[in-house]
């Protein structure tokens, strides 16, 4: 066979119409349809120095993490790369390179600050547990800092993509124009989905600094650097994963939790308490006492 015939062919070019392919170029992913979860296990830790529990005031109402993922405005989808090692003399006259360590980027979040402060204080407050000043000694010149223990302080964060048509109720509107005479509305399989990151252990490395100056007033913006271990994706599911919402923990008996004397089944747990379950089902132990 001929090395030509390896190449593409005529027949290999698209040479259609572009009204052919127009429910693909007409469905693009817009960048502004995302959400950042931040589904912390461990807050109650670290934010222990002001208090766990933000007073609603402060967060118009919503839970802290609510208020974050509602503020966040930018975040990114990551990528990967491979470190690699040069391979020469495997086969005469060529070298290779082969993958040996696969490298995550940081996750960048910014988010507008709001006018209570509560975002910057819950970084801040996240990054000084991380290495804390000796309680009592802040202010003397032999003031010392030690650092926690990693499980003490890293959590998990989801971004979640998804688009404009993900939310709508077809089988509900199916149901109203049945109720009313008319037809069902026809079942269409082009509704987009649910794409998910999920970071794990991920813990701040940077929070930028923020400029304030006197002239033309603008939305403060904070941006903070997270580093992982690594990350997990899930692509184009329903809604049968439920977002990660920080929970006690629960020992694990084999298929079964069990709290206060009730086995409850592993069905019925959220996903923050199925994740903490099979970290300890794969050996990633805590301190005692770090729930």
């Not at 990693?150 to 109720?179: A, G």
Request: hydrophobic share 35%; net charge negative.
């Amino acid at each position: 066979m001929s090395d030509n015939n390896l190449f593409p062919r005529k027949k290999d070019i698209f040479q259609k119409d572009m009204r052919d392919v127009q429910n693909v170029i007409g469905r693009p992913s817009l960048d502004t349809q995302f959400q950042v979860i931040f589904s912390f296990g461990n807050y109650q830790r670290w934010l222990e120095d002001i208090g766990s529990d933000i007073p609603r005031a402060r967060t118009s109402g919503l839970d802290f993490k609510e208020k974050m993922s509602i503020m966040c405005t930018e975040a990114e989808l990551p990528g990967t790369s491979f470190q690699t090692s040069l391979a020469v003399g495997h086969h005469q006259g060529i070298q290779e390179e082969f993958p040996n360590l696969r490298q995550f980027p940081p996750l960048n979040l910014t988010f507008y600050l709001d006018a209570d402060h509560v975002i910057l204080e819950v970084l801040e407050t996240w990054m000084t547990f991380i290495n804390p000043i000796q309680k009592g000694m802040k202010r003397n010149l032999n003031s010392f800092g030690r650092f926690n223990y990693p499980e003490l302080y890293k959590e998990i964060i989801h971004v979640t993509k998804f688009e404009r048509d993900t939310f709508l109720d077809k089988p509900q509107k199916s149901r109203n124009n049945i109720e009313r005479g008319l037809p069902p509305v026809p079942r269409d399989n082009t509704q987009t989905k649910l794409t998910s990151y999920e970071f794990v252990n991920a813990w701040p490395t940077n929070l930028a600094s923020m400029r304030v100056a006197y002239g033309d007033s603008a939305v403060l913006r904070c941006s903070v650097q997270l580093s992982y271990d690594r990350f997990f994706t899930s692509f184009y599911y329903d809604d049968s994963l439920s977002s990660v919402e920080n929970t006690p923990l629960i020992n694990r008996s084999n298929d079964a939790a069990v709290e206060g004397g009730y086995t409850i089944s592993r069905e019925n747990l959220t996903t923050s308490q199925n994740v903490r379950l099979d970290n300890i089902q794969y050996g990633n132990t805590f301190p005692p006492g770090a729930f």
